[in-house]
């Protein structure tokens, strides 16, 4: 089935390591690749998009994602995480065979230790 | 501000009452949609909108109607709540063209 994967429900960083999470998606052609972070209680912010072109792409807050084409895979990174990232985010897709619609991933709960 | 309105933000209905959930844009958006989130789900489409007066299901619309009367405005009906649709419901809204969507900040229903 189509569909957006990201197999970390729960990851836990200490403050000042470096953090990568994952996100692969299963679409015929490559869709359009969003992040987004929640703070509790909270909407959805942008932290950074992909369309095409350099496949690693620069977002806010210190975050950057890069687009593996043979992977089908669009991680996220931060090589200093601090306390105020945690944070739920979530990986996103518009595909290409239903351009309309943006396409969720299950979402990555981050837990910040001191 | 510029952005996209939910109202309300929090509500506690009884199984079987009805209610709308009211979103508006001031952004002349052609495009606007209906999310719910779900612990562990991620948010899932119930309802989508690509113009004013034309509407769409998403993965999830059983149990939801919605009315694009407006440009401005995308309403979420529940004809009879159901415990099942405790959930936290978010509107966005997007231009033609432009990849970018806006979110609101979200409604907290609970259905008892």
């Known amino acids: 089935a189509q569909s957006v994967t990201q197999p970390d429900i729960h990851i836990t960083v200490s403050e000042g390591a470096s953090l990568e999470l994952r996100c692969n998606y299963s679409?015929?052609?490559?869709?359009?690749l969003f992040w987004y972070v929640q703070s509790p209680g909270q909407g959805l912010q942008l932290l950074l998009k992909y369309f095409s072109g350099d496949t690693l792409v620069q977002g806010i807050k210190g975050f950057e994602a890069e687009f593996k084409r043979s992977q089908s895979s669009f991680n996220l990174r931060k090589p200093s995480v601090h306390w105020s990232d945690a944070a739920e985010y979530f990986c996103?897709?518009?595909?290409?065979?239903?351009?309309?619609?943006?396409?969720f991933g299950a979402g990555t709960i981050l837990r910040v230790k001191s | 501000n510029a952005g996209v309105t939910q109202t309300p933000k929090f509500r506690v209905l009884k199984t079987g009452q009805s209610m709308t959930l009211l979103c508006a844009q001031d952004?002349?958006?052609?495009?606007m949609y209906w999310y719910r989130q779900d612990p562990g789900m991620g948010l899932r489409l119930i309802h989508y909108?690509?113009?004013?007066?034309?509407?769409a299901k998403g993965e999830v619309p059983d149990g939801y109607n919605v009315s694009r009367l407006k440009k401005q405005n995308f309403l979420l009906g529940l004809e009879s709540a159901a415990p099942s649709q405790t959930s936290v419901y978010f509107c966005?809204?997007?231009?033609?063209?432009?990849?970018?969507?806006?979110f609101g900040s979200g409604t907290r229903l609970t259905v008892v």
């Open positions: 679409y015929g052609a490559t869709p359009y």
């Open positions: 966005a809204s997007r231009r033609t063209g432009d990849d970018g969507y806006t």
């Open positions: 996103a897709v518009v595909p290409m065979e239903y351009g309309n619609k943006l396409v």
């Open positions: 952004m002349n958006h052609e495009y």
């Open positions: 909108s690509v113009g004013e007066g034309t509407t």
